[in-house]
């Protein structure tokens, strides 16, 4: 017995140690044997229930599945792992929405490839915090190699490229027009630092261009940022619901006419409802010309940077003095898995902050590789590891393809739609997006229609057979495909038509017929 120690003391420990307490249940070398268990009854439940997957929802409502939760006490554990797993199941599993079934086309959420799962495991079991090197080791380098390898698919030349992963695009493009703002006002405004002074009095007049179209994000970004939502500069769209260069540079011309300041473009390479992509290439000479920082918002159209059939697609993106990309869209990789870039690693440093704790100024006069220091983020999970096994299991021409599959897809889609009488396409798909809506011959009137399809699509979520999509486009509301998965058909792409045919005629008999019917057909659905 140590010198100085109680004896209750170790009778305590021991009396802890051999009762089922938290101890028993930590990753560690001492219970290997129950990580091993619990991670097997894990899988083999996964499985199954993957197996079991015949639709991508079952239909349940809020309301429905809310009940389940009532009278549970979580105060009180459960008596064993297996009893909360088979709760779980219940809670979760059987009724939540997967995204590997081929006829999930709602949103921009993609299967996921086996080796990123196996990844996410790792990654949660060793819990690295990628924040500093005495958290994270190799984990830094792999994250970094992996920022490296995704500047050189961009184009970004010279060895002065750098970035982080981040939470998803929406982090990202915060991050993009945090950058833009402070490197205006020390490039511009006699060396101005907001880091240090705060916003400058000219602050309420900077503006930031994006299409029309461009994501919400942006709004979301600019309000944190104190400039305010009304900073986003809508721009007009072309006829592909591209940005127009043009547009562009009148917006430019009527903001400093009217007294404010221009200070960023950005470009969407893969707009959330069409899919577009702005001209990037017209549009960069612009932003050279007018001192603007450009900034290329691929969350989605990051994918065609591992294809070799449709990479020009985004020809021009290594302009780009920043680039948002969402793994987790378009690379088969589970949420959150995203990362920011810039081309010149210099202006990270409106980011960086040295606490004598965690990443002094020592550490980087002796080049130690600490990733706090270009990230908003502090502690931050190993999500690179998952792109990583990835691509060294499967490589990026594999990636690629899928990609080429679901674009060809689209494409096929629309041809296949534009040969239904009954449906209306809005546009011809660049990536995998597609807007239409259900107007059978004889139905014209607008409000109708919208009521129609918005119909449909409640219909088609409570039934659970397929999913999509619905959003609005002119004030008018239409339905969306969005296709990530390769094992989607042409054939699961009729069955979701034929669907839609189906709820639009049920929906328009029953209003025909008496209001009593329709609210019978709307509140089964």
Known sequence: MSRGKPAHVFAEHRRLADADDIRNHLFNGKNADTFAETSLKTVRLLSERMTLVERPFSGILPAELAATFDGLALDQPLDSFDAA????DGLYLRDAVYFHHPRYMAHLNCPIACPAVAAELIAAAVNSSVDTWDQSAGATLIEQRLIEWTGRRIGFVGGQADGVFT???TQSNLMALLLARDNYCLKYLNGHSVQRLGLPVQAGRFRILASRLAHFSLQKAAS???????????VDCDANYG?????????IDDCRHLGHIPIAVVATLGTTDFGSIDPIADLAPICRLEGLWLHADAAYGCGLLVSRKYRELIAGIEQADSTTVDFHKSFMQPVS???FLVKNRAHLACLTYHADYLNPLSQARENTPNLVCKSLQTTRRFDALKLWMTLRVLGPDKLGEAFDVVIDLARDTHLLLERDNDIEVLHRPMLSTLLFRYRPVGVAEPKLLDDLNSAIRKMMMREGQ??????REGGRCYLKLTLLNPD???MDIQAVVDLVRRYGQGWLQARSCEPEALIRLTEAN
Do not use: F, K
Not at 85 to 88: F, I, N, R, S, V
């Open 488 to 490: 989607t058909t042409l």
């Open 337 to 339: 898995c995203s990362a």
């Open 243 to 251: 940005m127009s260069p043009a547009a562009l540079q009148a917006a």
């Open 466 to 471: 397929a999913l999509i999509a619905a959003t």
């Open 167 to 169: 939470s998803g695009g």
């Open 85 to 88: 797993l088979a709760e779980l």
């Open 224 to 234: 944190v940022l104190g400039l305010g939502a009304d900073a986003i500069v809508p």
